[in-house]
């Protein structure tokens, strides 16, 4: 698929952070929308499931947390990667970010060669194993890849994208230690992703599915524990 194909909304109050993303984005060759308004955005979202969104954080409005949170719950744009942008640099809004949806967190000023690379990586499909209808049942969990769902004992866990492949991956060779390198290719599709992101994601998952689950194997990464 070309790059012409490749259809991208970018939903920001402010036009010269639009302008910036725009150009870089149309010089690439992809197919760009953008929008002032959330509600606006969220309607044209809805109507053309684009491939990626690229959403500001602090929008009027429903901001980018609630932005993302409504789009998550429409299953006819499941496939499309939600990435919210700001120039809060903090744990708190990127946990907010990954626990409402978003498949990544851009810090601003975001420099054209790495919001082309991000994008590539992005809009990469997840090359791992949660693609096919498999079904996965472990220590009380039962993982749908098929349809996105997670159970624990009976009991529907509603997870965010990343959290769910996160879990898929673990659980495809339990046991099996996956070094972060291996985590942030294998979900997130690129390498160069900080450790505290990874670590973000499973500490959400252990407050979800709750301890005994996922074990940290100190300096190298993680395995779904025996």
Known sequence: MG??????III????????????????EGYAVTVFNDSQEGLKAIIETNPHLVLIELKMQGLDGIELCTELRTIEKIN??????????????AQVAAFNAGADGYMVKPIKPRVLISRVRAYLRRFSGQTEGGEKIKY???RIDRERYLIFKDDNEIIL???????LSLLSSIPKKVFTRKEIAKQVWGYEVITNRTIDVHVRMLR?????????TIKGVGYSLEV
């Open 3 to 8: 790059n012409a194909a490749i259809n991208i």
């Open 12 to 27: 920001d109050k402010d036009e010269e952070v639009i302008n910036l993303l725009k150009t870089t984005l149309e010089t």
């Open 79 to 92: 496939n499309t990667r939600i990435v919210l942008y700001s120039e809060i640099n903090e744990d708190n």
């Open 139 to 141: 220590k009380g969990l």
């Open 160 to 166: 965010p994208k990343k959290e769910f492949e996160l």
């Open 207 to 215: 407050m979800k599915l709750g301890e005994g689950y996922i074990k």
